[in-house]
């Protein structure tokens, strides 16, 4: 070695690394931090947790279905949806009480067929009653009948028939006052063949020719109170407190009184947010004949269904 030269013992090509465990290559560097692309696998739910969630899914299924709140269900699905009964699982998938519970269409349509009340279309789209709903036959006039203003001047029976047509089968249309009287707004009564009909038109908002539409059912009035019963009015509540349950957390007030005041004049809510249950007070001692009534169209707050008692 000359002087002057410094040797660092790796030119020679007979060099081995005392420790090769701890000598690295730029390539193996490159693949020491390579990884693996590949998604995690989402843990399996345990068949007990499957079997919670089959009959939670299956009860609420079977609620919307029930007596109490298959005419508010059914007002939730278009009339070109609706046949002999039929009602998309699809759409009833997608209300927030479900969503809450599973979104795995396979785990509903599992769910479903298992249940004794219900059944599923061959197709595996559609769920109905396994016994048809009979209150549907019960309706008299005034049930299908409701009450709409805001239509202008110039807009004639015909059309107005043809506008409300898209909900159902129009029976009649009638003006409550000609278009002449100077106190005309546009005011009709509509009559439909069914409740569920009445029930699409109450949950829809209307515009027509720009102009909006208020709808509602004919206004309940109150039975004739003898001479005795004015003299004892002392409780002011009574028959005017309807209780409510199962309302979208999120709603307020103006959501819950609008939707009250389509069937009835409703003096103030009582509700807090954030909560599900509630009361309105009433103007006027209606609260039982209100009660009936909305549970044969079918009733919602917002886009939930639910469940009244005076």
């Not at 008299?140 to 202008?152: I, P, Q, R, V, W």
Request: hydrophobic share 35%; net charge positive.
């Amino acid at each position: 070695m000359n002087a002057g030269q410094v040797h660092l013992g790796l030119a020679s090509s007979n060099f081995v690394p005392t420790n090769p465990e701890k000598f690295h290559s730029p390539s193996n560097d490159v693949e020491s931090m390579s990884t693996d692309d590949t998604p995690p696998q989402m843990p399996t739910p345990s068949p007990g947790l499957i079997s919670i969630l089959k009959i939670k899914l299956r009860d609420c299924f079977e609620g919307y279905f029930s007596d109490e709140q298959i005419k508010a269900t059914l007002a939730q699905v278009k009339s070109s949806s609706f046949e002999d009964g039929w009602v998309p699982i699809a759409m009833l998938a997608s209300f927030k009480r479900i969503k809450n519970i599973s979104s795995d269409m396979g785990l509903i349509l599992a769910a479903l067929n298992e249940s004794t009340i219900l059944e599923v279309s061959q197709d595996q789209l559609r769920v109905r009653r396994r016994i048809p709903f009979e209150g549907f036959i019960k309706a008299d006039k005034d049930e299908n009948t409701l009450y709409a203003h805001g239509f202008s001047k110039t807009t004639t029976i015909e059309e107005m028939k043809n506008y409300f047509a898209q909900f159902g089968t129009v029976q009649s249309v009638v003006l409550i006052r000609p278009t002449d009287d100077p106190k005309y707004k546009g005011a009709i009564f509509v009559e439909f063949t069914s409740i569920e009909e009445t029930a699409r038109v109450l949950n829809a908002q209307h515009i027509y020719d720009g102009r909006q539409i208020s709808v509602s059912l004919k206004r309940i009035q109150p039975a004739k109170q003898s001479k005795a019963k004015k003299k004892s009015k002392g409780k002011s509540d009574l028959n005017r407190v309807i209780y409510f349950s199962g309302v979208d957390p999120s709603s307020n007030h103006a959501i819950i009184k609008k939707s009250f005041s389509k069937f009835v004049e409703v003096a103030f809510v009582d509700y807090r947010r954030d909560e599900t249950t509630g009361h309105i007070r009433l103007k006027k001692p209606l609260a039982r004949q209100t009660v009936e009534r909305l549970q044969q169209v079918g009733f919602t707050i917002g886009t939930e269904m639910v469940q009244l008692k005076a």
